[in-house]
């Protein structure tokens, strides 16, 4: 089991550029989640999905976009970026058929935008 | 809704002296709360959980936690610190109902040898 993995590790884009991160987990997880980690200021959920096929907005959304096309995959879209987009990702998985179960998180991506 | 406070930015402990790490939680029904720990330059960690039951729970590295219902608190705590325990730790609340965590802004945690 590789868990949760996350590509790219690190990425610096310029502003206005897009891209997309990766996360892929092979543990057969329904729910999966993306976090933005800043200094001081904890982890802030972007987008979640509790299937293939449904997502939703968590509490920082903006200038994000997700799909969730299999169980496996749960890719991260920016589509302008921006400097306030400078950060670490994390994307996370649990089972979610049980509601006592944890969250698995992968190593993360640092993304820096100039 | 539901919200996590760490009142702490850092807790400095000596080696081999207990260490405490604090949280308080607001929900509106019954909460569900874990300790997630993260080493630099890698990804949380999950360290325990309380869903219910025994107040005391019991987690990886010899760390536990108690749960205070009546001062919504769940401290994380363990008996003999070590300076491989140095870490930024992170509580995070899930309400009954609810699909997402909230998690604090973290403790960073320094034991000194």
């Known amino acids: 089991n590789a868990g949760v993995t996350q590509t790219p590790k690190f990425r610096i884009l310029k502003i206005g550029q897009s891209m997309t991160l990766q996360c892929t987990q092979d543990?057969?997880?329904?729910?999966m989640y993306w976090y933005r980690q800043d200094p001081g200021m904890g982890l802030k959920l972007i987008y979640y999905s509790v299937g293939a096929g449904i997502t939703d907005k968590g509490e920082v959304p903006n200038g994000y976009n997700v799909s969730r096309s299999t169980t496996e995959d749960f890719p991260l879209r920016l589509e302008l970026a921006a400097p306030s987009q400078t950060s670490v990702y994390f994307c996370?998985?649990?089972?979610?058929?049980?509601?006592?179960?944890?969250?698995?998180f992968g190593p993360g991506t640092r993304l820096t935008v100039l | 809704a539901q919200s996590v406070a760490q009142p702490e930015d850092q807790v400095n402990v000596a080696e081999g002296n207990p260490l405490t790490v604090k949280c308080t939680y607001s929900v509106s029904g019954n909460p569900y709360l874990f300790w997630y720990v993260q080493y630099p330059n890698r990804g949380l960690q999950f360290l325990l959980k309380y869903i219910t039951g025994d107040n005391l729970v019991k987690g990886s590295y010899g760390f536990e936690a108690e749960f205070n219902k009546s001062q919504t608190s769940f401290h994380l705590k363990k008996p003999s610190a070590l300076v491989s325990d140095s870490a930024l730790y992170f509580c995070a609340v899930r309400d009954s109902g609810y699909s997402t965590l909230t998690f604090g802004k973290g403790t960073m945690l320094l034991v000194s040898p």
């Open positions: 543990m057969n997880h329904n729910y």
């Open positions: 996370a998985s649990r089972t979610g058929t049980d509601y006592r179960d944890e969250q698995f």
